[in-house]
């Protein structure tokens, strides 16, 4: 497992019982270099939505811990948000509470001539996704999504 990896996962366990102990969900943490800094994310979510008070105690708490085990060794900012209403869509679990709703996803090769669709997620497994296009099933190759997200519905 890459460092990325292994600060990813120890990450997760230190920040999930924090997220959960405040009735919150945790969606995903992720370890990022953006320019020439360093961002470790913890993105948290709730029913109704997070709020910047909700993000602020789980980020004082979570910097506590981190400070506390302090492995890793380099320089990086923290920060704690919500995924947004357009999340991606990353591991198994974000596939499942998906089912039912709308997402947008982009692909690195063209599939029926084009690399953007938008549908009704209703199945995913190991190698694949499939959408609803107003009763169209696409398949998509789950390695050739560039990205697959929810959509904003209005």
Do not use: H
Not at 29 to 42: I, N, W
Not at 45 to 68: H, M, P, Y
Not at 83 to 102: C, Q
Not at 131 to 141: A, F, K, N, S, Y
Request: glycine share 6%; aromatic share 10%.
């Amino acid at each position: 497992m890459a460092s990325r990896d292994l600060i990813e996962k120890k990450a997760e366990e230190i920040v999930r019982p924090i997220v959960e102990s405040n009735g919150f969900e945790l969606w995903d943490v992720e370890y990022v270099k953006e320019g020439s800094e360093k961002y470790l994310r913890a993105y948290i979510d709730k029913e109704g939505g997070i709020t910047i008070n909700d993000c602020e105690l789980v980020s004082r708490a979570f910097s506590e811990k981190l400070d506390e085990d302090d492995f890793i060794k380099e320089a990086y900012i923290l920060e704690v948000s919500s995924p947004g209403l357009t999340r991606p869509l990353k591991k198994d679990k974000d596939f499942d509470r998906s089912i039912g709703k709308l997402v947008e996803a982009g692909t690195f090769a063209k599939i029926d001539k084009r690399k953007e669709f938008l549908g009704r997620l209703v199945a995913f497994d190991d190698s694949t996704v499939t959408l609803d296009e107003e009763g169209t099933e696409i398949v998509l190759p789950r390695k050739q999504l560039s990205y697959i997200r929810l959509a904003f519905e209005f």
